[in-house]
């Protein structure tokens, strides 16, 4: 093949694949763009061996997470103060690791396509595909982020979130650009078999039960507000700005007419005990007022040397969560304790944040029982999903004024949107300047204020009960079913590859392990 042909379809298509399919994501919502590269991608994967299948799904990786999560390079630069080489090397290195499932998925599927082709793009590419995203969901306490299935969020297929979670969508997604990539390349069978699929998809998708299907209302209201106290991160950290950040959210809580008022993470950024006189001003006010404050803000732990990233309750309700995920090289440093103390001094990260217990009990306020998260963690569906079915609300407070300016931002409530509709939960999202949010049972958005913008947020929620098939058996049926997906294709395909060999010449099978790879 000559070097052009090869840097075009080993290189330059599967990147331009990549960079399409971020469109389907926040905040340009193009799903069917996604889709579209997807059946690209599944069609340069059938035809080549399994290190150029895996070099092409690791440059289409490269590529997509390096258009999704850009911004990474934006917190690190911009605001933790890490010099640009620093920033730029970090970001590349995340980004080759997460493109290295992608190519796994090229890999198998490069390994695998000897199958019969409608087996192949039906069942073990998408199978592949899920067992690669929920790795890297779980691997190095994971990065979930730009799971495929997000991008159904406003798409029909978004009635499967409460039963088969965004994983799920992910492998629905795939299944899809499979089978309509079949009806162009596949044989007669072949067609015949995803034109009825995509016949049956509308019926399919209709008779699936509506998230109001899973859960119920509970018998109140909750009258809730949000304040997006817009300090900037700039200014967020700087000691001369923290009695104005305290008189901010203070003064805006006590003009808001709410049963459930929440603040932002670490909305008082200085550790409870040396605000304690503030904090009991703030509970006596809010309990005469019949109000229940959820404050972010750093709990003292270890005599004081180590802090928790906390919510604390005040007023009528009761209650204290600790951040149980923290962020990789953020809060927390990876490795052993040595290369942790360099690597904090060049990326920012204080060292200084502890993880909370595993278990915690829910906040409780106004007979209602609130699951909390509190920034990245809302990313991860197997952390939301502990608090239920107990919690009848949840609540995400972050601080994502690190990725101001970014797409982050949007793709960051896109996962709040999921995890309410996986779960059958209204979720209240307080961000620091934006984008906070009220969201309903089934991911729609409520209520929303404007970015970068000092603003109240105020509405009426319905806790709800009830668990949704996805809250009852989680990520466990798809782990066993992608993983004996793929553990069977590949001894199929190896069977298969042993029987045509047998009656071949060694030169014939070296020519033939060439042509392959």
């Known amino acids: 093949m000559a070097l052009g042909r090869r840097i075009v379809v080993d290189l330059l298509i599967p990147a331009a694949l990549g960079g399409l399919a971020t469109l389907g994501f926040a905040p340009w919502n193009l799903y069917p763009v996604t889709i579209a590269a997807l059946i690209g991608l599944i069609a340069m994967w059938r035809s080549v061996g399994p290190r150029r299948a895996a070099w092409r799904g690791f440059v289409f990786g490269a590529a997509h997470f390096g258009s999704g999560i850009y911004w990474v390079y934006v917190a690190m630069h911009d605001h933790a103060g890490a010099n640009a080489v620093v920033a730029g090397l970090a970001v590349a290195a995340l980004v080759a690791y997460l493109a290295c499932f992608p190519a796994l998925t090229g890999a198998a599927a490069g390994a695998t396509n000897r199958l019969a082709l409608t087996l192949w793009a039906l069942v073990v590419v998408p199978g592949a595909w899920c067992l690669a995203e929920l790795l890297r969901g779980w691997l190095f306490s994971g990065f979930p982020w730009l799971s495929l299935g997000y991008v159904t969020i406003a798409a029909p297929l978004n009635g499967l979130g409460p039963v088969v979670g965004v994983h799920g969508l992910s492998l629905a997604l795939m299944i899809a650009a499979g089978g309509l990539w079949l009806l162009y390349a596949g044989t007669l069978f072949a067609r015949l078999v995803a034109f009825v699929l995509v016949a049956i998809l509308p019926i399919l998708v209709w008779s699936v039960p509506s998230p ?61 005990a040396r605000v304690d006189g503030y904090l009991s001003h703030l509970n006596t006010g809010a309990k005469k007022r019949g109000q229940t404050i959820l404050a972010g803000l750093f709990w003292p732990a270890d005599h004081g040397r180590r802090l928790y990233n906390s919510v604390l309750a005040l007023g009528v309700g009761q209650g204290r969560y600790d951040k149980r995920h923290l962020v990789p090289f953020g809060e927390t440093m990876p490795g052993p304790s040595w290369l942790a103390r360099r690597m904090a001094g060049l990326v920012g990260a204080s060292g200084h944040t502890i993880a909370g217990a595993p278990d915690q009990p829910l906040i409780r306020a106004h007979d209602t029982a609130i699951g909390v998260s509190i920034c990245f963690e809302d990313v991860f569906g197997r952390d939301i999903r502990r608090e239920l079915p107990g919690a009848g609300l949840l609540v995400n407070v972050t601080n994502d004024g690190w990725f101001a300016g970014t797409t982050a931002l949007a793709q960051h409530l896109e996962i709040a949107r999921m995890r309410a509709l996986e779960t059958g939960r209204p979720l209240v999202r307080a961000a620091n300047t934006g984008i906070s949010a009220m969201i309903g049972f089934d991911g729609r958005v409520l209520h929303a204020a404007p970015i970068d913008q000092s603003a109240r947020l105020i509405g009426e929620l319905s806790p709800r009960a009830g668990a949704t098939p996805y809250v009852v058996y989680g990520n466990g049926p798809l782990w066993w079913a992608s993983a004996a997906v793929v553990l069977l294709a590949l001894l199929g395909s190896a069977g298969l590859r042993w029987q045509s060999s047998r009656g071949r010449r060694p030169e014939e099978r070296r020519r033939a392990l060439r042509e392959r790879v």
């Open 212 to 272: 109001a299907h899973w859960t119920r209302p509970l018998h109140h209201t909750l009258r809730v507000a949000v304040i997006q106290g817009n300090i900037a991160q700039a200014d967020k950290w700087r000691p001369a700005m923290l009695g104005r950040t305290l008189h901010r959210y203070r003064d805006m809580t006590w003009r808001t007419t709410a049963d459930l008022v929440v603040w932002p993470e670490v909305a008082i950024p200085v550790s409870a």
